[in-house]
């Protein structure tokens, strides 16, 4: 982030959700003191990755007041020179509210290359401009009229340690009418170690986008009528018609494990229903 490349002024807030440990506060708190990057670190005390990011935000609003954009990376991403701008100007040339750009995996295993196009890694999008929905915070600006409007907690925390809160505020966000947009340019690189192109870790990712999907359309429906049997339906067609999905998909890429995408998706939505979850960041080390 230091060697950002932009005429803009930025401050940093680096968020550590390890309130006993400390690790990552430690590394980063000597930059900081030093005078080498603007912010601050702070503590989130309260475990999970809502809880982190709506303590990062509300801190971001409380102590620069007039920022205009808030722009967010993991800590396991590293943001091209030109990411900040590049973000800033989409924003602003799109009139977006909220902007998206591409993880683009970095894996541990030069041999594991081939996995980059697997759905669990691949972007949503390939071309800059407006788009219908976004589902990831990992590489994202989002306006701080946003933040104001959509109001803390931002963040629902019963995705605390699933993961998809991300997802939900942005579905959200986008109901409430805020203009959503893609910035293919804006890369950050994302490390991605041996464990994630496992079979039972891209099975269970699967199953949780399945199980999110469920829970976010579920909150989108609420209060209209038979919103929890409209989704179950759609879930029960979204399994039915997956296999056919999953051959389409194998005869285009030529990978089983890509075919089997759709197929565990569907089957996350349904077992969404009776009340299974993969709580992946309760034990992150396990992912």
């Known amino acids: 982030l230091k060697a950002q490349q932009t005429g803009r002024r930025f401050a940093i807030i680096v968020i550590e959700n390890e309130a006993e440990a400390r690790a990552g506060a430690r590394a980063a708190l000597p930059l900081f003191e030093r005078g080498a ?14 809880s982190a990011y709506n303590a990062g935000w509300q801190t971001a609003i409380l102590h620069f007041p007039n920022f205009r954009h808030l722009l967010v990376i993991d800590d396991d991403e590293i943001a091209d020179p030109q990411w900040l701008e590049r973000m800033c100007k989409a924003a602003e040339t799109f009139s977006a509210d909220i902007v998206g750009g591409p993880q683009r995996p970095v894996f541990a295993d030069a041999a594991h290359a081939r ?20 589902y990831s915070s990992g590489n994202l600006l989002v306006g701080r009229y946003v933040l104001t409007a959509m109001g803390p907690p931002f963040l629902d925390l019963k995705f605390n340690f699933i993961g998809g809160g991300d997802s939900d505020f942005l579905s959200r966000a986008a109901q409430k009418g805020f203009v959503l947009g893609w910035c293919a340019e804006a ?33 989108k429906r609420a209060g209209t009528p038979f919103a929890g049997t409209k989704v179950f339906l759609k879930s029960l067609a979204l399994l ?28 996350g939505r349904v077992l969404a229903e009776f009340g299974y979850a993969n709580e992946q960041y309760r034990q992150p080390e396990k992912n």
């Open 37 to 50: 990057i603007s912010g601050m670190v702070i503590i989130a005390h309260e475990r999970g990755n809502c």
């Open 115 to 134: 996995w980059a196009e697997h759905p669990v890694f691949a972007p949503p999008y390939r071309e800059t401009g407006r788009v219908p929905a976004l």
């Open 187 to 219: 890369q950050v690189r994302e490390s991605v170690p041996a464990r994630r192109v496992e079979a039972d870790w891209i099975r269970a990712r699967s199953l949780r986008n399945g199980v999110i999907s469920t829970l976010v359309e579920k909150k």
């Open 240 to 267: 039915a018609a997956s296999p056919f999905r999953g051959a389409a998909r194998l005869m285009r890429t030529g990978s089983s494990a890509a075919a089997l995408y759709p197929i565990h998706v569907a089957l």
